[in-house]
């Protein structure tokens, strides 16, 4: 088995989870079907064609940099001018930046990581307006996927690390239940059609463990221990 890493870095993200009506909401971390979405555009795959394979894949992701919380608010008219078409609400995280990571068999990820060098089509982070910055694969490794949303150097801007005070900064870690029983957030998250005309998703289980603890090469803050200050250990 062998991973894929991805960065996942762009002025604008958008991962929907729940979005129903003129809300189009956005997960603060990107989904399965995101990113399985993104791979299967880069192979050159059409919306009717079956993902099945990809959608064995383990996944997860690692917050970088969480970026806020955006809101676009959107009115649009017929293409004649005659009718007002509903109001809508866009959420998008703006300069948020991720780590995903996908597991699989050594030539399936091989051959996803071609692709995703010399994609087929545009790749996006989401939606179709959200264009990812900069290189998007980080390498294929041979390790588990665990392994590798904590071997990763941290992905975040510069800048962004200068804003944190803390010496270390925690970041959240979310993926896929690797064992029968784990715990965590039930959401409708796997792709079984991405045609317009059917498409349906089913559910996972997303697991946050313990937050992966990177040093800040520009942090200043000191470290606060109360019972040192009154003579304890």
């Not at 150097?153 to 944190?164: G, M, R, Y």
Request: charge should be neutral; include cysteine.
């Amino acid at each position: 088995m062998a991973v894929l890493k991805l960065r996942l870095a762009g002025p604008l993200q958008a991962w929907g989870g729940s979005s129903r009506f003129v809300n189009r909401h956005t997960r603060e971390e990107p989904t399965k079907s995101g990113v399985l979405g993104l791979l299967a555009a880069a192979q050159g795959r059409r919306r009717s064609e079956p993902v099945e394979d990809l959608v064995g894949l383990k996944f997860g992701v690692r917050v970088d940099q969480p970026g806020r919380l955006l809101r676009d608010f959107q009115v649009a008219r017929s293409l004649d001018g005659r009718e007002s078409m509903p109001l809508s609400y866009r959420y998008y995280l703006s300069d948020a930046v991720f780590l995903a990571v996908v597991e699989g068999p050594d030539a399936v990820i091989e051959g996803l990581n071609d692709s995703v060098l010399d994609p087929v089509y545009p790749l996006y982070l989401g939606r179709r307006s959200c264009v990812p910055a900069g290189r998007i694969s980080l390498g294929v490794e041979g390790v588990s996927l665990d392994t590798a949303l904590r071997m990763e150097p941290w992905q975040a801007a510069v800048w962004h690390q200068k804003k944190q005070a803390a010496r270390t900064v925690s970041l959240e870690i979310f993926r896929d239940a690797l064992e029968p029983g784990e715990a965590g957030e039930t959401v409708r998250d796997v792709p079984l059609d991405f045609s317009p005309e059917n498409r349906s998703y089913t559910w996972r289980t997303v697991v946050r463990p313990k937050p992966h603890e990177v040093p800040n090469p520009f942090g200043k803050e000191q470290s606060h221990d109360p019972m040192a200050e009154l003579g304890g250990s």
